[in-house]
Structures are given as C-alpha cells and as structure tokens.
C-alpha cells in the first residue's frame, strides 16, 4: 500500500519525474559516449567539480545538469554529420529543462515541449516525403528482406532466417563486385507481396506520424493525443528498437499527460527503454 501511495504521489508531478528520468538517461548516454572526445569531456567535468566545490551559490544553478548539456554539446559539434538524430533532440529537451530551473513555469515549459515533439514529428514526416525510396516502399523493402525490422517476429515466418540469410549473401558479394559492371541483384521476398506491404507501410507510417504531430499541436492534453503517441511509439519499438528516440518522445509525453493511467505507460515505456540502453540493447 505504502508503495502504491508513493508511486502515485510521483505520477502526481509528472515534469519533474520526466526530468528524473531525462537526467538518468542522459547519464547513461553520456557514460556509453564518454570515449568520444573524451579531452574536451574530462575538462569540462573537472571544472563542473571545481565549481560545485568552490561556487559559494552552486545550488541554485543545476551544475550536474549544465555539465552534462556541455558534454552533449561537445560530441555535437566535433561529431556533428555522424551524431544520432535523437541527439539533437536531446540537446533541445536538456536545454528547456535548464532554462525551466531558471523561470520555474511549468506552462513555458509545457511549450516548448509540445513544440519539440511536434517539429520533430513533423520534420520526420517532411523526411519521409522528400525520400523516393521511402516513398515508393523500397526503403522498408531493403529493410525487411536483410532482417532489420520486425527482428523478434521473423522467426514465426516460415523459412524466413535462410531467406535472410540468403538475401546478405547477396548483398555482400554485390558489394564485392566492381561497381563499374553495373551488377545487380534480387533480393527473395521473406514474405509473399512484400513490395506492396511496404508500399501501404510507408505511407500508413507517414500518415500516422502526420496524424500525431497534429493532435500534439491542436489537443496537447487530449487523453486520445495520447494514447496516439503511446501506440506511435510501441509500433516503432516492434518494428525497430530505436531505445533513445523512443525514450525522449516517452518523455516528452510524460511532461505533457495528466491523466493518472496515461503517465504510468509512459513511465513503463521510459524505464524499459532506459534499462535497454544501459544494456547497449537496441539503438541509442
């Protein structure tokens, strides 16, 4: 009983469980990132020391929170065009989480959450129907036929792991051949009809995301936003573990929920992606 009240007590102040949760990953990311530019880092969180030590008001700015916002700063400027997209919306969410210790408004950071999520959705769904090969299915074609997607329900397909199999054979020795020969190759379909299915894919994908975008930018505190997102979210996770950005779009939903149920699946959500990434499981 006593564990329940202080569960509820905690889905209560959704923002500042979102941001507990936000401040866990973005230790775990930071500490699976440390080797990257390492230099830049160890300087940075020896000054962040000096001056949680030596600064006579270190606690009214969020020192650990400054130190690790430069550290993600730093791997995006040296690794700018190789850096994960769900970085730079990590940047953007620790930025608005620091600036809120500082004008302490819950609606302003409502905002600016609500923005984010629906810019990134959008900016996503603009990706999409700029890609030919998203478009046309082949992306979603490729992806399935060498195993990439759907991975822990390909082996209820019959036969479908040596059909796989066979598929990478191909590809590598394409890839071994001189490419002024113009080779090609075929891939075997692990499913019958897979060229439409991933046709209808794509754009059932784009419609979806367009869909959410929407209901976050019209109806941000709508139970039906919600469980939206939440089912956008967990088709992504079946199709491709993709932890982290699924983890910060969770989050985001966390900070902009209220009812009780809804911040509960985001917390669930939250805290297997969390745990998969500490685990180097998925892509974070």
Same mark, same amino acid.
């Given at each position: ?9 905690? +889905? ?8 507990? =949760? ?14 990257? %530019? ?27 929170? =400054? ?16 850096? !994960? %997209? ?5 940047? =953007? ?28 959705? !959008? ?31 390909? %082996? ?13 054979? +191909?590809? !590598? ?37 367009? @869909?959410?975008?929407?209901? @976050? +930018? ?29 983890? +910060?779009?969770?989050?985001?939903? @966390?900070? =902009? ?18 745990? @998969? ?8």
């Amino acid at each position: 009983m006593k564990n329940w009240i202080f569960i509820k007590n905690k +889905l209560t102040h959704p923002m500042a469980l979102a941001s507990l =949760l936000l401040l866990v990953m973005l230790t775990i990311y930071s500490v699976l990132k440390a080797v990257d %530019n390492w230099q830049w880092k160890v300087a940075v969180i020896c000054i962040g020391i000096l001056s949680w030590f030596l600064y006579k008001d270190r606690y009214k700015h969020p020192v650990i929170w =400054l130190v690790l916002f430069t550290v993600l700063l730093i791997d995006l400027y040296f690794d700018y065009f190789t850096v !994960a %997209n769900h970085h730079f919306m990590f940047v =953007l969410m620790v930025g608005a989480v620091i600036s809120y210790n500082y004008h302490q408004r819950k609606d302003i950071l409502f905002i600016n959450i609500q923005w984010l999520l629906v810019l990134v959705i !959008a900016a996503s769904v603009l990706q999409k129907l700029m890609s030919p090969q998203f478009m046309s299915g082949d992306f979603y074609y490729f992806m399935m036929n060498r195993g990439f997607l759907f991975q822990s329900f390909m %082996n209820v397909v019959p036969g479908s792991v040596e059909i796989i199999n066979s598929n990478d054979d +191909l590809f !590598a020795s394409l890839k071994k051949s001189d490419p002024n020969l113009g080779l090609t190759i075929t891939f075997r379909d692990v499913v019958p009809n897979l060229g439409v299915i991933c046709q209808v894919f794509a754009w059932t994908t784009i419609a979806m995301e367009l @869909l959410v975008a929407s209901a @976050l +930018l019209l109806k941000p505190k709508k139970t039906w936003t919600h469980l939206l997102l939440i089912l956008m979210i967990i088709g992504i996770l079946c199709t491709r573990i993709e932890t982290g950005f699924m983890a +910060l779009l969770a989050i985001c939903g @966390l900070m =902009l929920s209220e009812k009780g149920f809804l911040k509960g699946i985001y917390v669930i959500i939250i805290t297997g992606c969390i745990l @998969l990434i500490a685990t180097r499981i998925g892509m974070h």
